[in-house]
């Protein structure tokens, strides 16, 4: 059984910043692709960030120049360093990862996600 933990989250005022952080556990052979989608009220999942295992990196438009992925691959472990905060940020973040496990299976595990709310 794979899970993603994703603790973290919470409140912070424009401007400030804040650090995501997903950790990965179970039954994994390897994990290739991690990210973090988020989901506002009303509104569809979209992607953030998505860092492969060799290190790429992909961001939306909306946060390039603010957020920062990264991972450390023997911690099974993502990040998202999230600075210059805006208002339009506050969503619940998803930790996402493409992975194969102990059965040759491979696919995509989410988080339970985490609340993020910068106020103004």
């Known amino acids: 059984q794979v899970q993603l933990v994703e603790p973290g989250g919470g409140l912070v005022q424009a401007g400030g910043s804040l650090r995501l952080s997903c950790a990965a556990s179970?039954?994994?052979?390897?994990?290739?692709?991690m990210g973090w989608y988020r989901q506002a009220p009303g509104k569809q999942r979209e992607l953030v960030a998505t860092i492969a295992s060799g290190g790429s990196t992909n961001y939306a438009d909306s946060v390039k120049g603010r957020f920062t992925i990264s991972r450390d691959n023997a911690m099974k472990t993502v990040w998202l360093q999230m600075n210059s905060l805006k208002p339009e940020d506050t969503a619940v973040y998803y930790c996402?990862?493409?992975?194969?496990?102990?059965?040759?299976?491979?696919?995509?595990?989410w988080g339970q996600g985490t609340q993020v709310t910068v106020s103004s």
């Open positions: 179970g039954s994994i052979v390897s994990i290739h692709d």
């Open positions: 996402n990862a493409e992975l194969t496990d102990y059965y040759s299976r491979r696919r995509d595990y």
